[in-house]
């Protein structure tokens, strides 16, 4: 446990010096997993400073995003994650309400290898996500779908997938 916390102060303090000029967002997502599990998620989020293929249908831009998740188990103790991923927005135009498309991997701490009938094999895991919503005024709102797994790189690597609605709020 001491050291995911060591690591998520060594991910934040690289955050905050990363992104320091700009503001914050913050987003609430609350879900599922593939085995019933309860996901309740707390992220804030940091858009890319540029935007790429601009064009009349859209253009990509993309967000830093870190997040706490906690994770309610039927089967056993509940679980604590923390994650820290670039995630890539293709962002569709419209003038009150623009839908968008988003994906990213990155990493996460695990304070469980145990997640129900699943054994992660290691506290560390990559995250992968792809998501779909809409954008309006400094809101968004959509689903995303999660994948945790540590590639391989320990044996067992059961993994795990959690299914979310989100909510961000930009200020």
């Not at 309610?72 to 498309?101: C, I, K, M, W």
């Amino acid at each position: 446990m001491k050291k995911l916390f060591c690591w998520a102060a060594a991910a934040a303090f690289s955050l905050g010096q990363a992104v320091s000029a700009q503001a914050a967002d913050v987003s609430l997502d609350i879900g599922q997993s593939g085995d019933s599990t309860m996901v309740y998620r707390l992220g804030t989020q940091f858009d890319f400073s540029s935007s790429w293929f601009q064009t009349s249908v859209g253009r990509l831009t993309g967000y830093w995003d870190a997040g706490y998740t906690y994770w309610v188990g039927d089967e056993t103790a509940s679980n604590h994650s923390l994650s820290f991923t670039p995630v890539f927005v293709y962002e569709f135009a419209g003038q009150s309400v623009r839908p968008f498309v988003e994906a990213g991997i990155g990493v996460a701490l695990f304070s469980s290898t145990e997640m129900e009938d699943n054994d992660l094999g290691s506290s560390f895991q990559f995250e992968d996500r792809v998501g779909l919503g809409l954008r309006f005024a400094n809101q968004e709102v959509g689903v995303r779908a999660l994948h945790y797994s540590n590639a391989g790189l320990q044996t067992p690597n059961d993994g795990v997938e959690a299914y979310t609605l989100h909510y961000r709020l930009s200020f």
